[in-house]
């Protein structure tokens, strides 16, 4: 991210900036396409990954991207460090397999080595060069330690566990937020320049309000407390409805939801402790919808803050989904650039 737009973020979750501020999380699901360019080619071309991030910036340069020339291999690169087998396509982000057969099988996991273990070490590689090409990488980031459980065990499988076998999955989690927490410490190692972190967790997002408060409250609020001086970024586009009033106690300072949840329920959840960052639907009306509807989708996101009172960044309520054509991405820079026309 340029310095300039990352500014303007920092400025607006301290609240010294007053103007709209529209933020887009953009990575290998969606830029590719874009592009008109392979998977394969993204993931292992750095100059091709160069200039289809920089083409983002040029193209849209009134929007700010989180986290911000974001290397990554879709979800597979933290479950990679612990041996998970990873299906790759040349035209779609890669599958993951889990590695585990059996919750006792966490007895054999240990903490991965972000320098050595799977595609970790070339994340950090790729940051190295971007570096060394005077890119600066604001923000980093990491899938969140219950979606890194899910990856390694199995959806069904975890989120019965959580239930039958607790002390296990608790241990599991332990291991998983450390992964999570190392993970981020060695990219800001490498990337020393960043300035905020971002956490991804939507199987947060499937728990009960008390499974949040046993198997997720605890963990994310380890992981945002090992970063005090940073931006904190949580995205989750799952039904965080049951927990939302508990979310600002993890430390969390921005939070990007699902456009299923209405703006002004959510504010009075929360009230004006964080930013919300949504809520235009990602797939109905930036994918599928005319320019014409993703105007009006904005403006009524900015009338339903204004109403509520809420700290409003607008975005998508999710990432920026495959498929996105890129004249409903203008409507935004339109926003963005202070025009609404």
């Known amino acids: 991210m340029d310095d300039h737009r990352w500014q303007q973020f920092v400025e607006t979750v301290s609240g010294k900036r007053k103007e709209t501020a529209v933020a887009l999380i953009v990575d290998s699901p969606w830029i590719p396409g874009w592009s008109g360019i392979s998977h394969f080619d993204y993931y292992l071309s750095f100059e ?7 083409k983002v910036y040029q193209t849209y340069p009134h929007i700010i991207f989180l986290p911000g020339f974001w290397a990554e291999y879709g979800m597979a690169t933290e479950p990679s460090a612990f041996g998970c087998k990873i299906n790759w396509y040349e035209s779609s982000t890669p599958t993951i397999n889990p590695v585990l057969q ?26 190295k060069k971007a570096k060394d090409s005077d890119i600066r990488v604001h923000m980093v980031a990491a899938r969140g330690p219950l979606t890194l459980a899910a990856h390694l065990r199995g959806l069904t499988d975890f989120l019965m566990e959580l239930k039958t076998e607790p002390d296990k999955t608790r241990k599991f989690l332990d291991l998983t937020t450390e992964t999570v927490i190392s993970w981020l ?6 990337a020393s320049q960043a300035e905020g972190i971002m956490v991804l ?39 965080i409805l049951p927990f939302a009033d508990l979310l600002p106690q ?92």
């Open 48 to 54: 091709t990954w160069l200039e289809a991030n920089l």
């Open 102 to 127: 059996q919750i006792e099988d966490v007895d054999k996991l240990s903490l991965p080595d972000p320098k050595k273990d799977g595609l970790m070490p070339f994340v950090l590689w790729w940051y």
């Open 185 to 190: 410490k060695a990219q800001l190692e490498v």
């Open 201 to 239: 967790d939507d199987v947060v997002g499937f728990l009960s309000r008390a499974d949040y408060e046993k198997f997720a409250h605890p963990y994310l609020k380890a992981i945002f407390d090992a970063f005090p001086d940073k931006i904190r970024v949580y995205h989750n586009d799952a039904n």
């Open 250 to 341: 993890t430390g969390l300072q921005v939070l990007n939801f699902s456009h299923t949840i209405d703006i002004e329920t959510l504010a009075e959840k929360v009230g004006n402790e964080i930013y919300l960052m949504g809520n235009i639907p990602p797939l109905e009306v930036l994918v599928q919808g005319t320019p014409e509807e993703v105007k009006n989708s904005a403006l009524q996101c900015l009338s339903k803050a204004k109403r509520a009172g809420a700290k409003l960044i607008l975005s998508a309520g999710g990432g920026v989904s495959p498929g996105t054509p890129g004249e409903n991405l203008a409507i935004l820079e339109k926003i963005a650039g202070g025009s609404s026309n």
